[in-house]
């Protein structure tokens, strides 16, 4: 099976930044896309963005010229850099991995979650 440990949140000021890292573990066999999903309190959770296993990204409108993603794949490792942060980007921030593992289909795996604050 494939293990998503997720770090790099916390509390922040209004136009601030922050780094999400995800990695994953585990009997990997292939990673294919590696996504960012984010939920805020009462709302319905929603994708951030992703990026494919050749590179390709793509964003939420919200996000575009702030966020950047990318990934190592040496490190089986997403990143999610956040920056100019507001008051409406506070949420739980979830990674999500397609990987295939030894003797394993092809599916998706979900990080714990790391929350994102910013408040001043």
């Known amino acids: 099976q494939v293990q998503l440990v997720e770090s790099g949140g916390g509390l922040v000021q209004p136009g601030g930044s922050l780094r999400l890292s995800c990695a994953a573990s585990g009997s990997i066999a292939r990673i294919y896309a590696m996504t960012w999903y984010r939920q805020a309190p009462g709302k319905q959770r929603e994708l951030v963005a992703a990026?494919?296993?050749?590179?390709?990204?793509n964003y939420v409108d919200s996000v575009k010229g702030r966020f950047t993603i990318s990934r190592d794949n040496a490190k089986n490792t997403v990143y999610l850099q956040m920056n100019s942060l507001q008051p409406e980007d506070t949420a739980v921030y979830y990674c999500?991995?397609?990987?295939?593992?030894?003797?394993?289909?092809?599916?998706?795996?979900w990080g714990q979650g790391t929350q994102v604050t910013v408040s001043s």
């Open positions: 999500n991995v397609e990987a295939s593992a030894f003797l394993s289909v092809r599916r998706n795996y």
């Open positions: 990026i494919t296993s050749g590179g390709p990204t």
